[in-house]
């Protein structure tokens, strides 16, 4: 066989087993190579948005009469939240993950605010389309990048990365959708807006959980600050030292992160990096591959918190989210009348 990238579609397994709590390893041996392992995903159905009941009478000039029912359902629409950090993209640069012992990602709910607790979420949401063509690799993409997997804890086993494409929803994995999401955000009651003229100005302390800041462009934060409530960064996203943010983190424009440091600071919360546009700020056709690297680590993290998360986000007004895909036929039938 020539030298070249090639691609498994499907692999047969012939006893899969059942009852499982995580997705399972598959360990592939033979062949006289050195062999290979794969990670098989648990199967929770196909995620759908609203659901509706459509009926329809029709009736000749003779007067017979036939009813017929069907049930459609639209994609997931709206805001939707997946790990406690959510990659959201193929093919993630992810080109550096902390060391340290102390450091963790938990996708499990802090419930802070102490209400009704969630389940657990993936310590790590990648995205995987599974119509791309070619396919791409971004769930081993991220395990791979993870010097300690065991230190990724929440739904699916250990390391707690999943892939986040199908209960994300079309809002969240399009250009279209996330622009309109950070929108909504930009256009919320009592919304701070900064860009390159007056982000100095932006002190991270006088914020609450209730505050929503929005800047247009990079934004640097350091030293022993904690900043609160809702934050969008359409450009580079950096942080250094000790510092934490209580609250959702969007960095969505540029989808650039860059960490570092050995503190004690955490993200409590969640935050989801996602590049839409170009250089130009172009809308790009698909969403395009976030970047992410924590260079040191220390003793912070993430800790997923749907008190800081979910709840921040009843203050931003909904945009009316649009779908350009058809909707799914579910059910079709044909009533007596």
Avoid at 12 to 19: F, H, K, V, Y
Wanted: hydrophobic share 30%; proline share 7%; glycine share 16%.
């Amino acid at each position: 066989m020539p030298s070249g990238t090639y691609y498994v579609d499907h692999i047969d397994i012939n006893n899969a087993g059942s009852g499982y709590t995580a997705n399972p390893t598959v360990t592939i041996t033979g062949g006289g190579g050195s062999g290979a392992t794969a990670t098989s995903q648990i199967s929770g159905g196909t995620k759908f948005g609203k659901v509706w009941l459509v009926t329809s009478l029709a009736q000749t000039a003779t007067g017979a009469r036939s009813m017929l029912q069907m049930e459609v359902a639209s994609p997931v629409l709206g805001f939707a939240l997946g790990g406690a950090l959510t990659l959201d993209g193929p093919n993630p640069s992810v080109d550096a993950m902390p060391n340290s012992d102390n450091f963790r990602i938990k996708g499990n709910d802090a419930n802070s605010c102490g209400g009704v607790q969630e389940a657990d979420h993936p310590a790590i949401d990648g995205f995987d389309d599974p119509n791309a063509n070619p396919p791409t690799n971004s769930v081993e993409t991220v395990k791979d990048s993870l010097p300690r997997p065991d230190h990724y804890t929440g739904s699916g086993g250990t390391p707690s990365v999943q892939n986040g494409f199908a209960s994300l929803g079309e809002t969240m994995t399009t250009p279209d959708g996330l622009s309109s999401v950070i929108g909504a955000i930009y256009n919320a009651p009592g919304a701070q807006h900064y860009d390159a003229s007056n982000v100095g100005s932006f002190n991270p302390s006088s914020t609450t959980k209730s505050s929503i800041t929005y800047v247009d462009g990079d934004l640097n934060l350091g030293g022993n600050n904690t900043g609160n409530g809702i934050l969008v960064v359409t450009g580079t996203l950096t942080m250094s030292g000790n510092f934490s943010w209580n609250g959702l983190i969007f960095v969505i424009g540029d989808g650039n992160v860059q960490f570092s440091g050995g503190g004690n600071g955490q993200i409590t919360g969640s935050i989801i990096v996602a590049k839409i546009w170009d250089g130009s700020h172009n809308l790009l056709n698909a969403i395009g591959s976030p970047t992410f690297h924590w260079n040191g680590g220390g003793g912070n993290g993430v800790q997923y918190d749907h008190c800081l998360a979910t709840n921040l986000m009843t203050a931003v007004p909904p945009p009316t989210y649009t779908s350009t895909r058809p909707l799914k036929v579910l059910s079709f039938r044909i009533l007596p009348y």
